[in-house]
């Protein structure tokens, strides 16, 4: 069975630009989640969908990040404009509906934003 | 709000010897915990998890954890530490009744020397 899928695995920009991360989560796992780490710090929640709908976004730090679940399947997050506290790893997962399941995690796409 | 406290940046352990990596968390009512593994290059991989029952949960490698409401730590354990352990651990916990969103540490790095 695959496992998350995140693309691309690194991203250099220049403050101001527009990045899009994408995530392809474990094919029948309705939850996906983003989450992200700066630099030596904690791992951070971003957002949680179930299928296509953002079921907890209380993490998206601002409005210049949009995240979207196309029908429920793969998933994308555009930072713009990107400014240089966006740096970071970012990480996507996904699990099962339901009882509290162990999230999967992707490989997670480095950010850095000069 | 949960949060997570992982006190030491790093444990250093000779191969053979038994390793401890220290988790202590606060939540609102009873916690799910989770344990994460991340290797260089890589996702976090789960390793282990509580949700309830009996106190001593083993999960992957030969990792075990123990859950102490008392003292509200989920400390990762194995008897015979292999320098292949070498990584970076996260100990992560959800609330019952606070959505599916991990709230993690900041990590803990095992080194397992020869």
């Known amino acids: 069975e695959a496992g998350v899928t995140q693309f691309p695995s690194h991203s250099v920009i220049e403050k101001g630009q527009t990045v899009t991360l994408r995530c392809d989560p474990i094919?029948?796992?309705?939850?996906l989640y983003w989450y992200r780490r700066v630099m030596g710090k904690e791992i951070k929640f971003l957002l949680h969908?179930?299928?296509?709908?953002?079921?907890?976004e209380s993490g998206m730090p601002n409005n210049r990040f949009l995240a979207e679940r196309t029908g429920g399947t793969y998933s994308t997050l555009k930072v713009q404009p990107a400014e240089l506290e966006d740096s970071g790893v970012y990480f996507c997962?996904?699990?099962?509906?339901?009882?509290?399941?162990?999230?999967?995690f992707g490989p997670g796409t480095r950010l850095t934003v000069t | 709000a949960q949060s997570v406290a992982q006190p030491e940046d790093q444990v250093n352990v000779a191969e053979g010897n038994p390793l401890t990596v220290k988790c202590t968390y606060s939540v609102s009512g009873n916690p799910y915990l989770f344990w994460y593994v991340q290797y260089p290059n890589r996702g976090l991989q789960f390793l282990l998890k509580y949700i309830t029952g009996d106190n001593l949960v083993k999960g992957s490698y030969g990792f075990e954890a123990e859950f102490n409401k008392s003292q509200t730590s989920f400390h990762l354990k194995k008897p015979s530490a292999l320098v292949s352990d070498s990584a970076l651990y996260f100990c992560a916990v959800r609330g019952k009744s606070s959505g599916d969103k991990l709230t993690f540490g900041t990590g803990t790095r095992l080194a397992v020397r020869p």
């Open positions: 094919s029948g796992h309705d939850n």
């Open positions: 969908f179930v299928k296509e709908s953002k079921q907890d």
């Open positions: 997962a996904s699990s099962l509906a339901g009882y509290p399941y162990e999230q999967y």
